[in-house]
């Protein structure tokens, strides 16, 4: 009776200490995440969440990297007549894929737009990035900085601190990085363009004029 | 300075070469700095901002498509030194790897052999590129005028 009583106290305290382990632990990854998401070849599923209309017929996906001088350069030049006659309109919508090559604050960039988004701000969170960009690992993305960008946009700052610190998404950056070299991006910003029956990559910060072209031609 | 430009530009094979620098040149950087684009379709642009960095394009090019010739003349015809030429083709060398902006296929290939110093040293290019092509630019113009002045005293040409 007494040794039925041990055995029984053992797998009772076992199966406590195993759920508040479970509850413990750093939130899984694959929160908001929808794992099975793809678009044509590409799995976009660690990717950003998707900007626009998720039934737009075409979906462009941006590899990127935040310290890119021509990154920079399309986001401030083509990308707003894109989103102003394609995305806003229904026509199209973009998901971001993480290239962070550059330097040594690139990948850690990249996490930080994800802990933006467990506050649902991640695409507030990258347009501040590319509208701070300066010289690659000049120290404008380095933690500390990141961390301003995140107070200044009005973030839960333990939150955000904690999930930085911890490099709660340096896997899905990696994944990120990985899916684009798996797709031959060699630069960034490169753009595939999935239509409803095809795919086409356009490489560089080409004008908005090349992005109406391929568009138009899968509409 | 024109009496050597027309020295050396009589005869036609430095004519010929000169075009193919400078149009190799020219169009290269323009591909490598983003000002032309060839796939999905063959797109040219000059966005705003990226002027000055333009016109130094075309200053690097007409310089090394000037220089280069005049000084393969100068040891073809005329067996002098190749000190020169070396400053001519440093000057090309300097401004055209300014350009090799380091989030290009270039600089991703770099920085995928080399990894961190790679990193570095295309973000340094990239970073500078400006004050790079200015330096280039300072180089060949020195070149230029010493040149000039080499030819006029080997063909003795009145000043």
Redesign the interface.
């Known amino acids: 009776m007494n040794k039925k009583g041990v055995i029984i106290g053992v797998i009772f305290v076992a199966i406590i200490i195993g759920i508040v382990a479970s509850f413990s632990t750093s939130p899984s990854e694959t929160v908001n995440l929808d794992m099975g998401r793809t678009h044509g070849t590409i799995s976009t599923a660690m990717g950003s969440p998707i900007l626009g209309d998720p039934n737009a017929p075409i979906t462009i996906v941006e590899f990127g990297?935040y310290q890119?001088?021509?990154?920079y350069?399309w986001f401030h030049?083509s990308k707003p007549q894109i989103v102003e006659n394609y995305i806003e309109t229904g026509k199209a919508n973009l998901v971001f894929v993480d290239l962070a090559?550059?330097?040594?604050d690139s990948p850690k960039a990249a996490q930080a737009t994800y802990c933006a988004e467990d506050q649902e701000q991640y695409w507030e969170f990258h347009d501040m990035l590319y509208n701070s960009q300066e010289?690659?690992?000049?120290g404008w993305a380095n933690s500390q900085r990141l961390k301003a960008f995140a107070f200044n946009l009005g973030l839960d700052m333990e939150l955000f601190e904690s999930c930085l610190d911890s490099g709660k998404y340096s896997k899905r950056v990696q994944y990120n990085i990985d899916q684009a070299r798996n797709q031959g991006v060699?630069?960034?910003?490169t753009f595939i363009v999935v239509g409803p029956d095809q795919q086409?990559?356009?490489?560089?910060?080409?004008?908005y004029?090349?992005f109406k072209?391929?568009f138009d031609s899968m509409i | 300075m024109t009496q050597t430009i027309k020295l050396v530009f009589s005869n036609f094979k430095y004519v010929i070469l000169t075009s193919v620098i400078f149009t190799s040149m020219f169009i290269g950087l323009l591909i490598l700095s983003?000002y032309i684009?060839l796939?999905?379709?063959i797109?040219s642009?000059i966005?705003?901002g990226?002027e000055l960095g333009f016109a130094l394009i075309v200053t690097l090019s007409v310089l090394s498509a000037l220089i280069i010739p005049m000084n393969i003349f100068r040891i073809n015809i005329l067996k002098s030194s190749k000190q020169k030429m070396g400053g001519s083709i440093l000057g090309s060398i300097i401004g055209a790897t300014a350009g090799a902006?380091?989030?290009?296929?270039i600089?991703?290939?770099v920085?995928?052999t080399f990894g961190?110093v790679g990193?570095?040293a295309?973000?340094f290019l990239?970073?500078y590129e400006i004050p790079i092509r200015i330096i280039a630019i300072a180089i060949l113009a020195i070149t230029y005028f010493t040149t000039v002045k080499s030819l006029k005293i080997e063909c003795k040409l009145s000043p």
């Open positions: 990297d890119c001088e021509m990154c350069r030049t090559f550059l330097g040594r010289h690659v690992d000049s060699r630069s960034t910003p086409k990559q356009i490489g560089g910060a080409q004008p004029e090349a072209k391929v | 983003e684009f796939e999905p379709y797109v642009h966005p705003s990226t902006c380091s989030c290009g296929p600089g991703f290939a920085i995928s961190s990193a570095t295309t973000s990239t970073n």
